[in-house]
């Protein structure tokens, strides 16, 4: 499964860390991808989760 992460002017600047904590066992028992806008969020995640794939989307 790819997850797009959705990101805003006004997103928490820890919502990486906290999409990590919460879906934490599911990203780690099943190969899903996360993609987002924000490459800051995403170093986040794979800071806490080093084998999930990750996909930067530029605009």
Known sequence: ???ELK???QSDK???TRFADQY???LQ???HRVHSIGYA???QIKRQLPHTQ???SQC
């Open 29 to 31: 028992r099943l190969p």
């Open 14 to 16: 820890q919502m990486g």
């Open 41 to 43: 969020y995403l170093r």
């Open 1 to 3: 499964m790819i997850i």
């Open 7 to 9: 990101v805003t002017n």
């Open 54 to 56: 990750i996909g930067w």
């Open 24 to 26: 934490r066992a599911g």
